[in-house]
């Protein structure tokens, strides 16, 4: 019984991932899916010195929206990762939220991109960090909790020609 039941779970997951899978390639007629390398990766996906990737996936939908996911291990604690790690995002221009529990959200205003990032102990390995990261581009807003930044207001000619003593 038990086994029939697996089956059936299997089935239905696999369907399910299958029908997901073809919505999006409906929805992005021109999305291509790679495993691009470390080196590959764009310079403000900041990862760990010595960073050992376990895998590295590229979803590209076209019109610049790409979404990077990369997990891997970092030869340090997670405790000392998170506190360099925090500080490299900053440097690399992310605006950077971390809910002390080693899960940053990160938007850059310059780029539009956003990134997700998670910091635990390493599965395989004592005093090591398990690091996830997942950069998306082409983001249209800020996720929550971001502010909407407003540009500031230059002056009009107009303005500019009266402040002009010689005008008057």
């Known amino acids: 019984m038990f086994l029939i039941?697996?089956?059936?779970?299997?089935?239905?997951?696999?369907?399910?991932?299958?029908?997901?899978?073809?919505?999006?390639f409906i929805k992005h007629p021109n999305t291509s899916?790679?495993?691009?390398?470390?080196?590959?990766?764009?310079?403000?996906?900041?990862?760990?010195?010595?960073?050992?990737?376990n895998s590295i996936v590229l979803?590209?939908?076209g019109k610049g929206e790409r979404h990077y996911q990369v997990t891997g291990e970092c030869p340090?604690?997670?405790?000392?990762?998170?506190?360099?790690y925090v500080a490299d995002l900053e440097y690399l221009g992310w605006t950077v939220h971390d809910d002390g529990s080693g899960n940053l959200t990160c938007?850059?205003?310059?780029?539009?991109e956003v990134l997700n990032a998670g910091i635990g102990d390493s599965s395989s390995v004592d005093?090591?960090?398990g690091l996830t990261v997942e950069l998306i581009t082409a983001v249209g807003s800020p996720p929550d909790g971001f502010p909407?930044?407003?540009p500031s207001p230059s002056p009009t000619?107009?303005?500019?020609a009266s402040a002009n003593p010689a005008d008057t």
């Open 148 to 150: 909407l930044l407003q």
């Open 59 to 61: 979803l590209d939908l």
């Open 107 to 112: 938007y850059s205003y310059g780029r539009h």
């Open 33 to 53: 899916v790679s495993t691009p390398t470390v080196k590959d990766l764009p310079s403000e996906l900041a990862l760990c010195d010595n960073f050992r990737s």
């Open 5 to 24: 039941v697996g089956a059936v779970l299997l089935v239905a997951t696999f369907l399910i991932a299958v029908g997901l899978v073809s919505l999006l």
């Open 127 to 129: 005093n090591q960090a």
């Open 157 to 160: 000619p107009a303005a500019a």
């Open 76 to 84: 340090t604690s997670a405790l000392a990762l998170r506190d360099s």
